[in-house]
T-cell receptor, first 110, second 114 residues
């Protein structure tokens, strides 16, 4: 069983929809949680970073962490075609190395 | 851009040949990483470095070696390339210190072993 599970999709939504992306994990030592966005044939870029449980909002993006359920989410409001990309969750404990989910491919249709 | 340059960006090589990928950073960050990305596996850590001449293995280090003789350069070598090493390779960097949670990625190097 992988330490981090992420539904690969693909996920297709109409423009303006609210998108929910999720990851579950098994390692209770994870305390730093990140979401990366990766456009086709590009490197991942950091979208959101959260520490421990709770919510964090940045514009149209909200990251949510529920450590009791070992579940993290990324919500995208008013989704745009430019949001079409693969979204990767990542997390780590006290060690510096990140463990990544396999990514969810999102397409926002105009 | 995070000031990371990977070279070459694309390479086709034959089984059994040595291959070296180079990562160059202009950010003076202490930590550097090599990841590979494959369908269904996401990003997996191959090796990382926490300073000049200081390196350690990651999750999938077999068949790979690394060297870091300067802060700005981190080399990944496949001593004898195999078809299973066909992948996209990403270099990444992060700052030192307790706030260094952000990892920045390069643009990737596409390697095909035939």
């Amino acid at each position: 069983q992988k330490e981090v599970e992420q539904d690969p999709g693909p996920l297709s939504v109409p423009e303006g929809a609210i998108v929910s992306l999720n990851c579950t994990y098994s390692n209770s030592a994870f305390q730093y949680f990140m979401w990366y966005r990766q456009y086709s044939r590009k490197g991942p870029e950091l979208l959101m970073y959260t520490y421990s449980s709770g919510n964090k909002e940045d514009g149209r993006f909200t990251a949510q962490v529920d450590k009791s359920s070992k579940y993290i989410s990324l919500f995208i409001r008013d989704s745009q075609p430019s949001d079409s990309a693969t979204y990767l969750c990542a997390m780590r404990g006290s060690a510096r190395q990140l463990t990544f989910g396999s990514g969810t491919q999102l397409t926002v249709l105009p | 851009d995070a000031g990371i340059t990977q070279s070459p960006r694309h390479k086709v090589t034959e089984t059994g040949t040595p291959v070296t990928l180079r990562c160059h950073q202009t950010e003076n960050h202490r930590y550097m990483y090599w990841y590979r990305q494959d369908p269904g596996h996401g990003l997996r850590l191959i090796h990382y470095s926490y300073g000049v001449k200081d390196t350690d293995k990651g999750e999938v280090s077999d068949g790979y070696s690394v060297s870091r003789s300067k802060t700005e350069d981190f080399l990944l070598t496949l001593e004898s390339a195999t078809s299973s090493q066909t992948s996209v390779y990403f270099c990444a960097i992060s700052e030192s210190g307790t706030t260094g949670n952000t990892i920045y990625f390069g643009e990737g190097s596409w390697l095909t072993v035939v």
